[in-house]
């Protein structure tokens, strides 16, 4: 193989890597949207979630929390996966602009609107 070829053959799987590439960021854009949809009637609205974390405890089972706040909808993370956004509440009962860490969150139970 010469060095011509090979650079063409590297140039040709380049630009299927960048096709590719595209393609998945389109089905993730795509699931995106449908797990906003699913909450869609929630955005910016105070909720009560319960939601299981990482981990297990001594019986094996997901330990579940329940936290209130406001909803502010998935978003994709740099790695791909996707992440739920809360936001916390102020003294006032407005939506903070601080967000709610959800590093510890592995899935969202249920979401019922605070009253």
Request: charged share 35%; net charge positive; hydrophobic share 30%.
């Amino acid at each position: 193989m010469t060095e011509k070829e090979y650079i063409n053959r590297k140039e040709s799987l380049e630009r299927e890597q960048r096709k590719l590439d595209k393609r998945f960021y389109a089905l993730d854009m795509e699931y995106l949207k449908s797990l906003n949809d699913e909450y869609a009637h929630f955005l910016k609205k105070k909720v009560v979630i319960t939601y299981e974390e990482f981990g297990y405890d001594r019986y094996g089972n997901r330990p579940q929390k329940t936290i209130t706040c406001y909803w502010n909808g998935f978003r994709r993370h740099k790695d791909g996966y996707f992440i739920p956004m809360f936001k916390r509440i102020t003294r006032d009962g407005t939506m903070s602009s601080k967000s709610i860490s959800t590093e510890l969150m592995y899935a969202i139970i249920s979401m019922v609107e605070a009253e």
